[in-house]
């Protein structure tokens, strides 16, 4: 079993939409969770780390469930510049989901 | 700071042939990783080390060797390269919460 899973999408949404990503990890010792977005042919960039308490950036907002083992991305008015597609990632070693790919339409 | 540097950006292998994949970080970065990205299987970590002289194996190692002989070069060795090693690799360098991920290196293995 992957150590991270989250669904692939693609998640097509209008401008303006608020839009939720998933990822389920399998490790309960887990203490390190985060979002990285990875623009086409380039490399995966720190998006944001994930907090117990949950955090928010601006228009996104993280959060993790324990009891569940998931985490979650909330991306609230969404922007042209939001597609990409975005990472999540758990552990001391750094594993990662497939990533799931968001386009923002006009 | 050049942040984490990769060479080369492009390389194309024959089957059977063994090369090098570079990796520098120059933010005196304890750790140190591989991965891997293809298409529908995302990142995938193949070595990692957490100090000079300390290397681990990931999630897909078989046909790769590491070594860390400083705290700034993490070099991947193909040892005899095949097809299915053609893919994207990146080499990141972090702390306990973040990695930096360096360009990345598209190998195409024929």
């Known amino acids: 079993r992957k150590e991270v899973e989250q669904d692939p999408g693609p998640f097509n949404v209008p401008e303006g939409a608020t839009v939720a990503f998933n990822c389920t990890y399998s490790n309960s010792a887990s203490q390190s969770f985060f979002w990285y977005r990875q623009d086409c042919r380039k490399e995966p960039k720190l998006l944001m780390s994930v907090y117990s308490s949950g955090n928010e950036d601006g228009r996104f907002t993280a959060q993790l469930n324990r009891a569940s083992q998931y985490i979650s991305l909330l991306i609230r008015d969404s922007k042209l510049s939001d597609s990409a597609t975005y990472l999540c990632?758990?552990?001391?070693?750094?594993?990662f989901g497939t990533g799931t790919s968001l386009t923002v339409i006009p | 700071n050049a942040g984490v540097t990769q060479t080369p950006k492009f390389q194309v292998l024959k089957t059977g042939q063994s090369m090098t994949l570079q990796c520098a970080q120059d933010?005196?970065?304890?750790?140190m990783s591989w991965y891997r990205q293809d298409p529908g299987m995302g990142l995938r970590l193949i070595h990692y080390s957490v100090g000079a002289g300390i290397t681990d194996q990931g999630e897909v190692p078989n046909g790769y060797n590491v070594s860390r002989s400083t705290t700034e070069d993490f070099p991947l060795r193909l040892l005899s390269a095949a097809p299915s090693q053609t893919s994207v690799y990146f080499c990141?360098?972090?702390?306990?919460?973040?990695?930096?991920f360096g360009p990345g290196t598209r190998l195409l293995v024929l």
């Open positions: 990632g758990t552990g001391n070693q750094f594993y």
């Open positions: 990141a360098s972090g702390e306990q919460e973040t990695q930096y």
């Open positions: 933010m005196n970065h304890e750790y």
